[in-house]
Protein backbone atom coordinates (compact mmCIF):
# COMPACT_ATOMS: atom_id res chain seq x y z
CA UNK A 1 0.00 0.00 0.00
CA UNK A 2 2.90 2.29 -0.33
CA UNK A 3 2.78 3.73 3.37
CA UNK A 4 0.37 6.24 2.44
CA UNK A 5 -2.90 7.08 5.28
CA UNK A 6 -5.27 9.87 4.54
CA UNK A 7 -6.85 11.84 7.77
CA UNK A 8 -9.79 12.12 8.58
CA UNK A 9 -11.21 9.11 6.65
CA UNK A 10 -14.83 10.69 7.18
CA UNK A 11 -15.62 14.00 7.76
CA UNK A 12 -18.94 15.94 7.39
CA UNK A 13 -18.95 19.78 7.40
CA UNK A 14 -21.22 22.74 6.93
CA UNK A 15 -20.93 24.52 3.95
CA UNK A 16 -18.43 27.63 3.97
CA UNK A 17 -16.66 26.56 6.71
CA UNK A 18 -12.70 25.25 5.71
CA UNK A 19 -11.67 21.95 5.40
CA UNK A 20 -8.64 20.33 5.71
CA UNK A 21 -7.66 16.71 4.79
CA UNK A 22 -4.18 15.68 5.32
CA UNK A 23 -2.03 12.83 3.46
CA UNK A 24 0.99 11.21 4.33
CA UNK A 25 3.32 8.95 3.02
CA UNK A 26 6.46 6.84 4.82
CA UNK A 27 8.73 6.10 1.56
CA UNK A 28 10.21 9.89 0.88
CA UNK A 29 8.30 9.95 -2.45
CA UNK A 30 9.21 12.73 -4.62
CA UNK A 31 5.70 13.66 -6.14
CA UNK A 32 2.40 13.58 -4.59
CA UNK A 33 -1.08 13.98 -6.02
CA UNK A 34 -4.48 14.47 -4.66
CA UNK A 35 -7.66 13.39 -6.97
CA UNK A 36 -11.36 13.95 -6.29
CA UNK A 37 -13.50 11.05 -6.99
CA UNK A 38 -17.44 11.43 -8.17
CA UNK A 39 -20.19 9.24 -9.92
CA UNK A 40 -19.32 9.30 -13.26
CA UNK A 41 -16.54 11.22 -13.92
CA UNK A 42 -13.82 8.80 -12.45
CA UNK A 43 -11.00 10.55 -10.91
CA UNK A 44 -10.27 14.01 -11.39
CA UNK A 45 -6.58 15.97 -10.28
CA UNK A 46 -6.98 18.60 -7.97
CA UNK A 47 -3.61 19.53 -7.28
CA UNK A 48 -0.17 17.94 -7.19
CA UNK A 49 3.30 18.27 -5.71
CA UNK A 50 6.89 17.60 -7.16
CA UNK A 51 8.83 18.39 -4.62
CA UNK A 52 8.32 20.36 -1.22
CA UNK A 53 7.38 23.57 -1.34
CA UNK A 54 6.91 22.83 -5.18
CA UNK A 55 2.98 22.34 -6.19
CA UNK A 56 0.91 22.92 -9.05
CA UNK A 57 -2.97 23.23 -10.26
CA UNK A 58 -4.37 20.26 -11.77
CA UNK A 59 -7.75 20.41 -13.76
CA UNK A 60 -10.33 21.16 -11.09
CA UNK A 61 -8.63 22.68 -8.78
CA UNK A 62 -10.88 26.08 -8.20
CA UNK A 63 -12.11 26.25 -4.58
CA UNK A 64 -8.93 24.06 -3.24
CA UNK A 65 -4.94 24.85 -1.84
CA UNK A 66 -2.30 22.72 -1.07
CA UNK A 67 0.74 22.70 0.60
CA UNK A 68 3.81 20.61 1.31
CA UNK A 69 6.01 22.10 3.98
CA UNK A 70 7.80 18.12 5.02
CA UNK A 71 8.34 15.26 2.23
CA UNK A 72 5.88 13.30 3.98
CA UNK A 73 2.97 15.66 4.03
CA UNK A 74 0.38 16.87 1.61
CA UNK A 75 -2.56 19.04 2.48
CA UNK A 76 -5.36 19.71 0.86
CA UNK A 77 -7.34 22.30 1.88
CA UNK A 78 -11.06 23.61 1.12
CA UNK A 79 -11.08 27.19 1.72
CA UNK A 80 -14.77 27.57 1.86
CA UNK A 81 -16.65 24.43 1.39
CA UNK A 82 -19.56 23.85 -0.81
CA UNK A 83 -21.74 21.11 -1.56
CA UNK A 84 -20.33 20.73 -4.73
CA UNK A 85 -17.11 19.43 -3.07
CA UNK A 86 -19.24 16.92 -1.50
CA UNK A 87 -16.56 13.86 -2.79
CA UNK A 88 -14.55 10.88 -1.87
CA UNK A 89 -10.85 12.46 -1.92
CA UNK A 90 -7.99 10.07 -2.72
CA UNK A 91 -4.00 11.14 -2.34
CA UNK A 92 -1.23 9.09 -4.52
CA UNK A 93 2.22 8.64 -4.81
CA UNK A 94 4.59 8.48 -7.85
CA UNK A 95 7.38 5.79 -7.71
CA UNK A 96 9.96 5.86 -9.39
CA UNK A 97 8.86 2.71 -12.16
CA UNK A 98 6.09 5.36 -12.53
CA UNK A 99 3.11 3.63 -11.03
CA UNK A 100 0.69 5.49 -8.91
CA UNK A 101 -0.46 4.02 -5.81
CA UNK A 102 -3.38 5.51 -3.78
CA UNK A 103 -4.38 5.82 -0.18
CA UNK A 104 -7.61 5.06 1.71
CA UNK A 105 -9.45 8.30 1.02
CA UNK A 106 -11.46 10.48 2.59
CA UNK A 107 -15.40 10.47 2.59
CA UNK A 108 -16.13 14.39 2.82
CA UNK A 109 -19.96 15.35 2.92
CA UNK A 110 -20.72 18.98 3.27
CA UNK A 111 -24.18 19.99 4.14
CA UNK B 1 -3.74 16.84 -23.48
CA UNK B 2 -4.57 13.84 -23.06
CA UNK B 3 -8.33 12.11 -22.66
CA UNK B 4 -9.54 8.52 -21.84
CA UNK B 5 -12.63 6.61 -23.23
CA UNK B 6 -13.81 3.95 -21.19
CA UNK B 7 -16.24 2.51 -23.93
CA UNK B 8 -18.82 -0.01 -21.46
CA UNK B 9 -19.79 1.74 -18.53
CA UNK B 10 -21.22 -1.57 -17.29
CA UNK B 11 -20.47 -4.96 -18.15
CA UNK B 12 -21.88 -7.56 -16.64
CA UNK B 13 -20.76 -11.69 -17.13
CA UNK B 14 -21.26 -14.87 -15.78
CA UNK B 15 -18.81 -16.36 -12.81
CA UNK B 16 -15.98 -18.78 -15.34
CA UNK B 17 -16.88 -16.52 -18.36
CA UNK B 18 -14.13 -14.60 -20.47
CA UNK B 19 -14.19 -10.30 -19.88
CA UNK B 20 -12.53 -7.69 -22.06
CA UNK B 21 -13.03 -4.29 -20.58
CA UNK B 22 -12.48 -1.67 -23.49
CA UNK B 23 -10.28 1.07 -23.43
CA UNK B 24 -9.01 4.13 -25.71
CA UNK B 25 -6.93 6.83 -25.54
CA UNK B 26 -6.33 10.09 -27.17
CA UNK B 27 -2.79 11.83 -27.14
CA UNK B 28 -0.84 13.71 -29.45
CA UNK B 29 2.25 12.15 -27.20
CA UNK B 30 4.20 8.94 -25.98
CA UNK B 31 2.14 8.15 -22.96
CA UNK B 32 2.43 4.81 -20.00
CA UNK B 33 -0.88 2.97 -19.66
CA UNK B 34 -2.43 2.19 -16.43
CA UNK B 35 -5.66 -0.31 -15.36
CA UNK B 36 -6.87 0.18 -11.83
CA UNK B 37 -9.49 -1.85 -10.17
CA UNK B 38 -11.43 -0.44 -7.11
CA UNK B 39 -13.60 -3.18 -4.99
CA UNK B 40 -16.74 -1.36 -3.16
CA UNK B 41 -15.85 1.27 -0.57
CA UNK B 42 -12.27 0.92 -1.01
CA UNK B 43 -9.52 2.75 -2.76
CA UNK B 44 -7.80 1.79 -6.16
CA UNK B 45 -5.13 -0.89 -6.60
CA UNK B 46 -2.98 -1.15 -9.48
CA UNK B 47 -3.72 -4.09 -12.14
CA UNK B 48 -1.16 -3.74 -14.68
CA UNK B 49 0.57 -1.01 -16.48
CA UNK B 50 2.52 -0.73 -19.86
CA UNK B 51 5.45 1.65 -19.78
CA UNK B 52 7.33 0.09 -23.15
CA UNK B 53 8.36 -2.84 -24.81
CA UNK B 54 6.01 -6.46 -25.02
CA UNK B 55 2.51 -5.07 -26.17
CA UNK B 56 0.80 -7.72 -23.86
CA UNK B 57 1.35 -6.97 -20.54
CA UNK B 58 0.42 -9.29 -17.23
CA UNK B 59 -1.18 -8.21 -14.26
CA UNK B 60 -2.04 -9.46 -11.02
CA UNK B 61 -5.27 -11.78 -10.50
CA UNK B 62 -4.99 -13.38 -13.87
CA UNK B 63 -5.26 -9.82 -15.31
CA UNK B 64 -3.80 -8.90 -19.01
CA UNK B 65 -3.89 -5.99 -21.47
CA UNK B 66 -2.65 -5.55 -24.84
CA UNK B 67 -1.28 -2.06 -26.24
CA UNK B 68 -2.50 -1.40 -29.22
CA UNK B 69 -0.51 2.08 -30.69
CA UNK B 70 -2.01 1.82 -34.06
CA UNK B 71 -5.72 1.88 -32.75
CA UNK B 72 -4.33 3.83 -29.64
CA UNK B 73 -6.44 1.20 -27.45
CA UNK B 74 -5.47 -0.69 -24.03
CA UNK B 75 -7.80 -3.41 -23.45
CA UNK B 76 -8.14 -5.13 -20.48
CA UNK B 77 -8.91 -8.94 -20.78
CA UNK B 78 -9.08 -11.90 -18.54
CA UNK B 79 -10.13 -15.54 -19.75
CA UNK B 80 -12.06 -16.97 -16.69
CA UNK B 81 -13.74 -13.93 -14.27
CA UNK B 82 -14.43 -14.63 -10.59
CA UNK B 83 -17.66 -13.54 -8.61
CA UNK B 84 -14.81 -11.95 -6.21
CA UNK B 85 -13.59 -9.80 -9.76
CA UNK B 86 -17.17 -7.79 -9.40
CA UNK B 87 -15.69 -4.43 -8.87
CA UNK B 88 -15.10 -0.96 -11.06
CA UNK B 89 -12.05 -0.64 -13.26
CA UNK B 90 -10.01 2.47 -14.52
CA UNK B 91 -8.01 3.16 -17.41
CA UNK B 92 -5.82 6.37 -16.85
CA UNK B 93 -3.02 7.52 -18.66
CA UNK B 94 0.40 9.59 -18.18
CA UNK B 95 2.37 11.51 -20.44
CA UNK B 96 5.84 9.93 -20.50
CA UNK B 97 7.97 13.31 -20.40
CA UNK B 98 8.81 14.29 -17.21
CA UNK B 99 7.31 17.69 -18.04
CA UNK B 100 4.22 16.71 -16.96
CA UNK B 101 4.49 15.39 -14.16
CA UNK B 102 3.21 12.11 -14.57
CA UNK B 103 -0.35 13.41 -13.75
CA UNK B 104 -2.81 10.58 -14.50
CA UNK B 105 -6.12 10.95 -16.77
CA UNK B 106 -8.33 8.39 -15.58
CA UNK B 107 -11.26 7.25 -17.97
CA UNK B 108 -14.76 6.91 -16.38
CA UNK B 109 -14.68 3.67 -15.24
CA UNK B 110 -16.29 0.21 -16.09
CA UNK B 111 -18.14 -1.64 -13.79
CA UNK B 112 -17.58 -5.13 -13.98
CA UNK B 113 -20.08 -7.34 -12.00
CA UNK B 114 -19.80 -11.74 -12.45
CA UNK B 115 -23.08 -13.36 -11.97
CA UNK B 116 -23.34 -16.97 -10.70
Known amino acids: DAGITQSPRHKVTETGTPVTLRCHQT?????MYWYRQDPGHGLRLIHYSYGVKDTDKGEVSDGYSVSRSKTEDFLLTLESATSSQTSVYFCAIKTASYEQYFGPGTRLTVT | AQSVTQLDSQVPVFEEAPVELRCNYS??????LFWYVQYPNQGLQLLLKYLSGSTLVKGINGFEAEFNKSQTSFHLRKPSVHISDTAEYFC??????????????FGKGTLLTVNP
Open chain 2, 27 to 32: SSVSVY
Open chain 1, 27 to 31: ENHRY
Open chain 2, 92 to 105: AVSRTSGGSNYKLT
